[in-house]
């Protein structure tokens, strides 16, 4: 399957708060210089993994994975995923990996002009 990891580095300074992981996927008119390419049916399961991925990481090396955090069955355009909530895992990194389901597709590039796309965490 298409798959991808998602590094967050999360501050001590986000003890005692709560975490949400977002999966932005917006509009393409929504796009000053992003872009993204979308084909087949289906959608997007997250997992979290044992450990942090290196730099380095390919499939067989791929640490395990810890937990599933959600599936999301079908992904469309112009749409924001909750992916998890909890309590926020101050001072560590965490990894998620992205796997697609069925037979989607999905490929794309951010840069820094609107709108966010991808994996996201916020804290509260």
Avoid: H
Wanted: charged share 10%.
């Amino acid at each position: 399957s298409n798959s991808t990891i998602f590094n967050f580095d999360i501050p001590s300074s986000y003890a005692g708060k709560q975490c949400t992981v977002i999966f932005l996927l917006p509009n393409k008119s929504q796009l000053a210089t992003s872009d993204f390419t979308l084909s087949g049916a289906g959608g997007i399961k997250f997992d979290q993994l044992t450990s942090p991925a290196p730099l380095s990481v390919t499939y067989a090396t791929c640490p395990a994975v810890k937990t599933t955090l959600d599936t999301i069955s079908s992904v469309t355009p112009g749409n924001s995923y909750v992916v998890s909530s909890g309590a926020c895992q101050a001072g560590s990194t965490i990894s998620i990996l992205a796997s697609a389901t069925g037979s989607l597709e999905l490929e794309f590039f951010e840069d820094w002009n609107p709108s966010a796309i991808g994996l996201f965490m916020t804290s509260c």
